[in-house]
Protein backbone atom coordinates (compact mmCIF):
# COMPACT_ATOMS: atom_id res chain seq x y z
CA UNK A 1 0.00 0.00 0.00
CA UNK A 2 1.68 3.27 -0.85
CA UNK A 3 1.14 6.55 1.57
CA UNK A 4 -0.36 9.40 0.24
CA UNK A 5 1.88 12.60 0.40
CA UNK A 6 0.39 16.07 0.33
CA UNK A 7 3.57 17.71 -1.05
CA UNK A 8 3.75 15.29 -4.02
CA UNK A 9 3.45 17.46 -7.17
CA UNK A 10 1.14 16.73 -9.54
CA UNK A 11 2.97 14.61 -12.17
CA UNK A 12 3.91 12.48 -8.72
CA UNK A 13 0.89 11.95 -7.66
CA UNK A 14 -0.76 10.98 -11.09
CA UNK A 15 2.31 8.61 -12.19
CA UNK A 16 1.66 6.68 -8.36
CA UNK A 17 -2.20 6.49 -9.24
CA UNK A 18 -1.62 5.11 -13.07
CA UNK A 19 1.24 2.88 -11.04
CA UNK A 20 -1.47 1.50 -8.94
CA UNK A 21 -4.54 1.29 -10.93
CA UNK A 22 -2.53 -0.89 -13.75
CA UNK A 23 -1.19 -2.90 -11.49
CA UNK A 24 -1.80 -7.20 -11.45
CA UNK A 25 -0.68 -7.19 -8.49
CA UNK A 26 -3.48 -9.01 -6.04
CA UNK A 27 -1.87 -9.44 -3.17
CA UNK A 28 -1.68 -5.65 -2.00
CA UNK A 29 -4.62 -3.58 -1.28
CA UNK A 30 -4.92 0.01 -2.53
CA UNK A 31 -8.67 1.14 -1.19
CA UNK A 32 -7.40 3.00 0.87
CA UNK A 33 -4.61 5.09 -1.41
CA UNK A 34 -7.50 5.70 -4.04
CA UNK A 35 -9.48 7.08 -1.14
CA UNK A 36 -7.31 9.31 -0.16
CA UNK A 37 -7.02 11.07 -3.20
CA UNK A 38 -10.48 11.89 -3.74
CA UNK A 39 -10.18 15.23 -2.08
CA UNK A 40 -7.14 16.36 -3.91
CA UNK A 41 -7.13 19.69 -5.13
CA UNK A 42 -6.74 18.57 -8.86
CA UNK A 43 -9.25 17.15 -11.01
CA UNK A 44 -6.80 14.23 -12.79
CA UNK A 45 -5.93 13.06 -9.73
CA UNK A 46 -9.05 12.88 -8.99
CA UNK A 47 -9.99 10.96 -11.96
CA UNK A 48 -7.16 8.62 -11.73
CA UNK A 49 -8.67 7.36 -7.63
CA UNK A 50 -11.75 7.37 -8.58
CA UNK A 51 -11.01 4.85 -11.58
CA UNK A 52 -8.71 2.83 -8.83
CA UNK A 53 -11.44 2.20 -6.62
CA UNK A 54 -13.45 0.14 -9.64
CA UNK A 55 -11.85 -3.04 -8.12
CA UNK A 56 -12.95 -2.01 -4.63
CA UNK A 57 -16.57 -1.99 -3.87
CA UNK A 58 -17.19 -1.05 -0.66
CA UNK A 59 -20.46 -0.24 0.47
CA UNK A 60 -18.54 2.71 2.79
CA UNK A 61 -17.40 4.37 -0.85
CA UNK A 62 -21.34 5.17 -2.37
CA UNK A 63 -21.61 7.96 -0.42
CA UNK A 64 -18.25 9.45 -1.24
CA UNK A 65 -18.89 8.71 -5.07
CA UNK A 66 -22.34 9.71 -5.36
CA UNK A 67 -21.75 13.38 -3.61
CA UNK A 68 -18.73 13.47 -5.91
CA UNK A 69 -21.23 12.59 -8.97
CA UNK A 70 -23.79 15.22 -7.66
CA UNK A 71 -21.32 18.14 -6.51
CA UNK A 72 -17.82 18.13 -8.01
CA UNK A 73 -17.09 21.06 -9.83
CA UNK A 74 -15.14 19.31 -12.90
CA UNK A 75 -17.43 17.25 -15.09
CA UNK A 76 -14.79 14.85 -16.17
CA UNK A 77 -15.00 14.26 -12.35
CA UNK A 78 -18.33 13.69 -12.10
CA UNK A 79 -18.58 11.49 -14.75
CA UNK A 80 -15.90 9.41 -13.58
CA UNK A 81 -18.04 8.96 -10.36
CA UNK A 82 -21.08 7.85 -12.21
CA UNK A 83 -18.84 5.27 -14.49
CA UNK A 84 -18.05 3.56 -11.06
CA UNK A 85 -21.36 3.70 -9.77
CA UNK A 86 -21.82 0.78 -12.29
CA UNK A 87 -19.74 -1.36 -10.27
CA UNK A 88 -22.78 -1.35 -7.53
CA UNK A 89 -24.85 -2.80 -10.18
CA UNK A 90 -23.00 -5.22 -11.24
CA UNK A 91 -22.14 -6.73 -7.69
CA UNK A 92 -25.85 -6.20 -6.83
CA UNK A 93 -26.87 -8.53 -10.00
CA UNK A 94 -24.63 -11.20 -9.18
CA UNK A 95 -25.98 -11.18 -5.97
CA UNK A 96 -29.16 -13.73 -5.60
CA UNK A 97 -30.70 -11.48 -2.55
CA UNK A 98 -34.30 -13.98 -2.82
CA UNK A 99 -32.02 -16.98 -2.30
CA UNK A 100 -32.05 -18.42 0.70
CA UNK A 101 -28.87 -20.19 2.17
CA UNK A 102 -30.31 -21.40 5.35
CA UNK A 103 -27.68 -21.57 7.86
CA UNK A 104 -24.67 -20.80 5.65
CA UNK A 105 -26.63 -17.41 4.47
CA UNK A 106 -24.45 -15.54 6.94
CA UNK A 107 -20.75 -16.73 5.98
CA UNK A 108 -22.24 -16.37 1.74
CA UNK A 109 -23.87 -12.63 2.42
CA UNK A 110 -20.61 -11.52 3.97
CA UNK A 111 -19.14 -10.45 1.26
CA UNK A 112 -21.86 -9.65 -0.55
CA UNK A 113 -23.15 -5.82 -1.37
CA UNK A 114 -25.92 -4.83 0.42
CA UNK A 115 -29.29 -5.17 -1.43
CA UNK A 116 -30.34 -1.46 -0.05
CA UNK A 117 -27.19 -0.32 -1.06
CA UNK A 118 -27.62 -1.89 -4.72
CA UNK A 119 -31.56 -0.34 -4.56
CA UNK A 120 -30.12 3.12 -3.69
CA UNK A 121 -27.43 3.16 -6.33
CA UNK A 122 -29.82 1.95 -8.82
CA UNK A 123 -32.05 4.91 -7.86
CA UNK A 124 -29.46 7.15 -7.83
CA UNK A 125 -28.86 6.30 -11.55
CA UNK A 126 -31.94 6.08 -12.21
CA UNK A 127 -32.99 9.63 -11.34
CA UNK A 128 -29.68 11.20 -12.79
CA UNK A 129 -30.28 9.35 -16.11
CA UNK A 130 -33.94 11.23 -16.45
CA UNK A 131 -33.00 14.59 -15.21
CA UNK A 132 -33.05 16.83 -18.02
CA UNK A 133 -31.11 19.81 -15.67
CA UNK A 134 -27.85 17.64 -15.76
CA UNK A 135 -25.51 17.15 -19.23
CA UNK A 136 -25.94 14.71 -21.69
CA UNK A 137 -22.32 13.06 -20.25
CA UNK A 138 -24.06 12.85 -16.86
CA UNK A 139 -27.22 11.18 -17.87
CA UNK A 140 -25.73 8.92 -20.22
CA UNK A 141 -22.85 7.19 -18.40
CA UNK A 142 -25.51 6.91 -15.96
CA UNK A 143 -27.86 4.91 -18.66
CA UNK A 144 -24.06 2.93 -19.24
CA UNK A 145 -23.50 2.19 -15.36
CA UNK A 146 -26.99 0.79 -15.43
CA UNK A 147 -26.74 -1.43 -18.31
CA UNK A 148 -25.74 -4.51 -16.20
CA UNK A 149 -29.34 -4.33 -14.83
CA UNK A 150 -31.99 -6.62 -16.19
CA UNK A 151 -34.68 -4.65 -14.16
CA UNK A 152 -37.58 -3.86 -16.92
CA UNK A 153 -37.21 -0.34 -16.05
CA UNK A 154 -34.02 -0.26 -17.29
CA UNK A 155 -34.37 -2.15 -20.20
CA UNK A 156 -37.47 0.54 -21.35
CA UNK A 157 -34.71 3.10 -20.66
CA UNK A 158 -32.10 1.73 -22.34
CA UNK A 159 -34.97 1.29 -25.19
CA UNK A 160 -35.40 5.31 -24.95
CA UNK A 161 -31.58 5.93 -25.30
CA UNK A 162 -31.00 4.02 -28.00
CA UNK A 163 -33.92 6.15 -30.17
CA UNK A 164 -32.51 9.26 -28.73
CA UNK A 165 -32.09 12.33 -31.25
CA UNK A 166 -28.31 12.30 -30.06
CA UNK A 167 -25.46 10.22 -31.55
CA UNK A 168 -23.72 10.01 -28.50
CA UNK A 169 -26.86 8.47 -26.43
CA UNK A 170 -27.40 6.07 -28.95
CA UNK A 171 -23.33 5.04 -28.25
CA UNK A 172 -24.47 5.04 -24.70
CA UNK A 173 -27.33 2.39 -25.44
CA UNK A 174 -25.27 0.07 -27.76
CA UNK A 175 -22.96 0.13 -24.85
CA UNK A 176 -25.37 -0.63 -22.20
CA UNK A 177 -26.65 -3.54 -23.92
CA UNK A 178 -23.58 -5.23 -24.45
CA UNK A 179 -22.90 -5.21 -20.74
CA UNK A 180 -26.78 -6.51 -20.40
CA UNK A 181 -26.28 -9.67 -21.73
CA UNK A 182 -29.45 -10.12 -23.11
CA UNK A 183 -30.93 -11.25 -26.31
CA UNK A 184 -33.46 -9.02 -26.41
CA UNK A 185 -31.34 -6.51 -28.23
CA UNK A 186 -29.14 -8.33 -30.37
CA UNK A 187 -31.36 -7.06 -33.52
CA UNK A 188 -30.32 -3.40 -32.92
CA UNK A 189 -26.90 -4.13 -32.78
CA UNK A 190 -26.71 -6.15 -35.74
CA UNK A 191 -28.50 -3.42 -37.40
CA UNK A 192 -25.92 -0.62 -36.81
CA UNK A 193 -22.57 -3.02 -37.40
CA UNK A 194 -22.97 -1.55 -41.04
CA UNK A 195 -23.54 1.65 -39.23
CA UNK A 196 -22.95 5.04 -41.58
CA UNK A 197 -22.00 6.65 -38.33
CA UNK A 198 -18.53 5.41 -37.20
CA UNK A 199 -19.16 6.28 -33.71
CA UNK A 200 -22.36 3.85 -33.73
CA UNK A 201 -20.50 1.43 -35.29
CA UNK A 202 -17.40 1.01 -33.37
CA UNK A 203 -19.96 0.52 -30.22
CA UNK A 204 -22.23 -2.05 -32.36
CA UNK A 205 -18.91 -3.96 -33.05
CA UNK A 206 -17.86 -4.22 -29.41
CA UNK A 207 -21.80 -4.74 -28.20
CA UNK A 208 -21.40 -7.76 -30.70
CA UNK A 209 -18.30 -9.13 -29.21
CA UNK A 210 -19.70 -8.54 -25.34
CA UNK A 211 -22.79 -10.63 -26.33
CA UNK A 212 -20.88 -13.43 -27.98
CA UNK A 213 -23.67 -12.98 -31.28
CA UNK A 214 -22.21 -15.24 -33.33
CA UNK A 215 -24.52 -14.07 -35.70
CA UNK A 216 -22.63 -11.01 -36.04
CA UNK A 217 -19.74 -13.51 -37.59
CA UNK A 218 -19.66 -12.44 -41.32
CA UNK A 219 -20.01 -8.57 -40.37
CA UNK A 220 -17.01 -8.80 -37.97
CA UNK A 221 -14.98 -11.32 -40.47
CA UNK A 222 -15.31 -8.38 -43.06
CA UNK A 223 -14.71 -5.92 -40.91
CA UNK A 224 -11.37 -7.33 -39.39
CA UNK A 225 -10.06 -7.85 -42.95
CA UNK A 226 -10.51 -4.84 -44.57
CA UNK A 227 -12.00 -1.69 -42.39
CA UNK A 228 -9.66 1.61 -43.65
CA UNK A 229 -10.14 3.05 -39.85
CA UNK A 230 -7.99 1.06 -37.31
CA UNK A 231 -9.49 1.30 -34.36
CA UNK A 232 -12.55 -0.53 -35.95
CA UNK A 233 -10.95 -2.86 -37.75
CA UNK A 234 -9.30 -3.82 -34.24
CA UNK A 235 -12.04 -3.48 -32.13
CA UNK A 236 -13.77 -6.43 -34.96
CA UNK A 237 -10.49 -8.58 -34.32
CA UNK A 238 -11.25 -8.77 -30.59
CA UNK A 239 -14.88 -9.44 -31.05
CA UNK A 240 -14.40 -11.98 -32.87
CA UNK A 241 -12.63 -14.12 -29.81
CA UNK A 242 -15.95 -14.08 -28.42
CA UNK A 243 -17.46 -15.72 -31.54
CA UNK A 244 -17.42 -19.67 -32.38
CA UNK A 245 -17.47 -20.89 -35.61
CA UNK A 246 -14.38 -22.70 -37.14
CA UNK A 247 -13.79 -19.84 -39.68
CA UNK A 248 -13.20 -17.31 -37.00
CA UNK A 249 -10.64 -20.03 -35.24
CA UNK A 250 -8.42 -20.14 -39.18
CA UNK A 251 -9.10 -16.25 -39.84
CA UNK A 252 -7.51 -15.32 -36.63
CA UNK A 253 -4.53 -18.02 -36.53
CA UNK A 254 -3.71 -16.77 -39.79
CA UNK A 255 -3.88 -13.40 -38.61
CA UNK A 256 -1.26 -13.78 -35.87
CA UNK A 257 1.26 -15.53 -38.59
CA UNK A 258 0.64 -12.86 -41.66
CA UNK A 259 3.79 -10.92 -41.79
CA UNK A 260 2.19 -7.90 -44.16
CA UNK A 261 0.39 -7.04 -40.68
CA UNK A 262 1.99 -4.62 -37.97
CA UNK A 263 3.28 -5.99 -34.93
CA UNK A 264 0.47 -4.52 -33.22
CA UNK A 265 -2.36 -5.66 -35.01
CA UNK A 266 -0.31 -9.67 -35.08
CA UNK A 267 -0.55 -9.47 -31.39
CA UNK A 268 -3.93 -8.39 -31.00
CA UNK A 269 -5.13 -11.42 -32.95
CA UNK A 270 -3.27 -13.92 -30.89
CA UNK A 271 -4.80 -12.35 -27.72
CA UNK A 272 -8.26 -12.82 -29.58
CA UNK A 273 -7.26 -15.92 -30.17
CA UNK A 274 -6.64 -17.21 -27.00
CA UNK A 275 -9.84 -15.69 -25.99
CA UNK A 276 -11.96 -17.89 -28.37
CA UNK A 277 -10.20 -20.89 -27.23
CA UNK A 278 -10.97 -20.45 -23.80
CA UNK A 279 -14.50 -20.20 -24.62
CA UNK A 280 -14.58 -22.95 -26.51
CA UNK A 281 -13.30 -24.87 -23.87
CA UNK A 282 -15.64 -23.65 -21.12
CA UNK A 283 -18.13 -24.02 -23.77
CA UNK A 284 -17.28 -28.04 -24.45
CA UNK A 285 -16.92 -27.81 -19.96
CA UNK A 286 -20.94 -26.60 -19.90
CA UNK A 287 -22.03 -29.45 -22.70
CA UNK A 288 -20.50 -31.79 -20.60
CA UNK A 289 -21.73 -31.07 -17.33
CA UNK A 290 -25.36 -30.34 -18.74
CA UNK A 291 -25.18 -34.13 -19.90
CA UNK A 292 -23.60 -35.76 -17.13
CA UNK A 293 -20.79 -36.91 -18.60
CA UNK A 294 -18.39 -36.48 -15.36
CA UNK A 295 -17.94 -39.53 -14.10
CA UNK A 296 -18.38 -38.46 -10.67
CA UNK A 297 -22.14 -37.03 -10.63
CA UNK A 298 -21.48 -35.28 -7.59
CA UNK A 299 -18.81 -33.32 -9.28
CA UNK A 300 -21.25 -32.20 -12.21
CA UNK A 301 -23.26 -31.20 -9.91
CA UNK A 302 -20.96 -28.92 -7.97
CA UNK A 303 -19.40 -27.41 -11.18
CA UNK A 304 -23.06 -27.03 -12.60
CA UNK A 305 -24.02 -24.81 -9.39
CA UNK A 306 -22.94 -21.64 -10.42
CA UNK A 307 -24.58 -18.81 -12.09
CA UNK A 308 -24.02 -16.59 -15.04
CA UNK A 309 -21.32 -14.02 -14.90
CA UNK A 310 -20.10 -11.06 -16.85
CA UNK A 311 -16.76 -9.87 -17.81
CA UNK A 312 -16.05 -6.63 -16.51
CA UNK A 313 -13.47 -4.16 -17.73
Known amino acids: MSVPNNKSSKQEKIA ?3 KLVESEDLFYDNQSTFQAYLSDHDPEVRILAIQGLWDYPDPDLINPLVDIAQRDPDQRVRNRAITALGRYVYEGEMADYDYDWGELDTVIREGELPEESYRRVVAFLLEMARDPSV ?7 SIEALGFSSDPEIIDLLEQ ?8 MKVSALFAM ?6 EWDDYILAELDSPVSQIQLEAVRAAGELFLDEATPALLAL ?3 ATDQNLRHEAIWALGHMTSIEVWQFLDDLTQDPLEDEETRQLADAALDEYEMFQEL ?3 DYETDYGLYEDNDLAQERNGGGNGYFIE
Open 16 to 18: LLK
Open 135 to 141: SLDERRF
Open 161 to 168: AYHAPEVE
Open 178 to 183: GRSGLA
Open 224 to 226: ASS
Open 283 to 285: TET
